[in-house]
């Protein structure tokens, strides 16, 4: 196949390392210069730094160039530039790797393709996978979920290798909300173990998490097992424990008593978790969904309590049945 990625950090360059011993591939992004960047210095230093961007990619800012004679589009922004993304996608199918909900909708990423791109194939690619350990070839498995079965297991036909293994799935919601919450989730467990709560501490919050996970998605009409597999449990498992998580590691700087638009200037990428924990309890309300521990998030990254006050609110809660 020919692919174009679009989106040129962490996770579309990682993409790129993967796909590209099967597939001729086409890199865009929004920046000219990080485009000039990226064919001159020949490996992303600005988002994934130490890996040679395979020979013969395709690098440019120009999003018509990159989806000329393309058969998919991997759109590979953060939330916030999937709607633009996918204005220019028109007519081709499409993958997503974005995880979040829609800041000022909350939309997850299939109701945003939905409202742009109706009648196409399309679906998300989601699932435990730092980009890291993608670039360096380290086993992956993650899951490519479509409402359209059909597209859902040819597309992981495709796009399958040896080192990244892809399971089909037909619940978009259950994969998208997995994928969205776990960030916050994520968030939560670095403000765990920022504080030193300890281990205990952490695998009740992961515990009570995936039940709050599971809770939300169920009300938007998930399928419960998904919140099991690769794209619940799986990807919050990594999330949480995995110090190479960008949203982890927002957890660690707030409990540490940094202020929020420091700790995300300084981190230089995206950390999704932030702008997801509010769209998240929104909707949650609104569906009358109890989510204390993504409820907690929001109050330490609003500035409402502090992360020590955010624990002990939780803590505090009258006690009831698991
Ligand atoms: N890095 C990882 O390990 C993984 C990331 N993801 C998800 O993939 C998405 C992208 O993540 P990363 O590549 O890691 O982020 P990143 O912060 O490393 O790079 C983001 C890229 O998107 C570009 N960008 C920012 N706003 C944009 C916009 N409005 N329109 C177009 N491009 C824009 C940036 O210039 C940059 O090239 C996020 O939703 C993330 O949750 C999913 C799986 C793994
Ligand atoms: O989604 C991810 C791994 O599956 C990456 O998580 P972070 O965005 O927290 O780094």
Redesign the pocket.
């Known amino acids: 196949m020919k692919i174009a990625i679009?989106?040129?950090?962490?996770?579309?360059?990682?993409l790129a390392l993967a796909f590209a011993p099967r597939h001729a591939l086409a890199l865009w992004?929004?920046?000219a210069e990080?485009a000039a960047a990226l064919r001159k210095d020949g490996e992303n230093v600005r988002?994934?730094p130490g890996y040679a961007l395979p020979a013969g990619l395709a690098i440019g800012s120009d999003i018509a160039v990159a989806l000329k004679g393309a058969d998919l589009a991997v759109i590979?922004?953060?939330?916030?530039?999937l709607r633009?993304?996918l204005g220019a996608c028109i007519g081709l199918p499409v993958l997503w790797?974005?995880?979040?909900l829609e800041a000022g909708t909350g939309l997850l990423p299939h109701q945003v393709a939905a409202d742009v791109v109706p009648a196409v194939r399309c679906g998300a690619l989601?699932g435990p996978?730092?980009?890291?350990e993608?670039a360096k070839g380290l086993p992956t498995a993650i899951t490519l979920a479509s409402r359209d079965a059909a597209f859902a297991r040819d597309m992981a036909q495709q796009l399958h290798g040896p080192r990244l293994r892809l399971y089909a799935n037909d619940d978009i919601v259950g994969a998208e909300v997995g994928?969205a919450v776990k960030?916050v989730l994520a968030i939560a467990t670095g403000i765990c173990d920022g504080l030193g709560l300890g281990l205990n501490a952490r695998a009740a919050l992961m515990t009570r998490g995936l039940a709050e996970i599971t809770r939300f998605g169920v009300a938007l009409g998930a399928k419960q097992e998904t919140f099991m597999g690769l794209a619940g449990m799986g990807d919050l498992i990594l999330t949480c424990t995995g110090d190479?998580s960008?949203n982890r590691r927002v957890g660690l700087s707030l409990a540490a008593g940094r202020p929020l638009e420091a700790i995300t200037r300084e981190l230089?990428?995206?950390a999704?978790g932030v702008m997801t924990a509010r769209e998240v309890a929104l909707r949650a309300g609104k569906l009358g969904i109890d989510m204390p521990i993504t409820q907690a998030v929001c109050a330490v990254l609003d500035g409402r309590l502090n992360a020590r006050e955010a624990v002990d609110a939780l803590m505090n809660r009258d006690p009831k049945a698991e």
């Open positions: 679009l989106g040129a950090g962490a996770w579309g360059t990682a992004t929004f920046e990080h988002f994934l590979a922004t953060p939330v916030a530039g633009a993304t790797v974005c995880k979040g989601t996978s730092f980009a890291e993608v994928g960030n190479l960008r230089g990428h995206v999704e």
